[in-house]
């Protein structure tokens, strides 16, 4: 009787862990890119955002990096639906020479408000 209750009790402490590691995963298209541009230059340029996931989320798009004050993104923070996708559009205006780095981050956020 006791080695019962203690595979019950395992089990089911199994199945609470389990859930609690499902996860929301990102998927994103064309998630590197190179660009060379001249001072002056303005970049007109996207890349897609996927939700793979069966809940809808929330995404939220900020840029960090050198050019940070100089990349505009069109659609910052939008909704996507399960299985959606959507093309997420930036502006980078070139106001330094030289080789630079930055980043566009994607935050994926349940709707649902648990945990991204």
Known sequence: MNKKT?????????LV??????AIT???GNARMIL???SG????KSFLVKNVNEVAVNILLTASGAL???ITIKDNNFVLQPNEEKKA???IKVTKAGTTESKINVQFTPVD???G
């Not at 203690?6 to 199994?14: F, G």
């Not at 230059?41 to 007109?44: F, G």
């Open 89 to 91: 559009f930036f502006t």
């Open 17 to 22: 862990l389990i859930s609690n590691v499902l």
């Open 68 to 70: 940070e004050k100089d």
């Open 36 to 38: 060379r541009a001249e």
């Open 6 to 14: 203690v595979l019950i009790v395992s089990l089911l402490m199994t």
């Open 113 to 115: 408000g648990k945990n």
């Open 26 to 28: 990102a998927s994103i």
């Open 41 to 44: 230059d303005i970049l007109e």
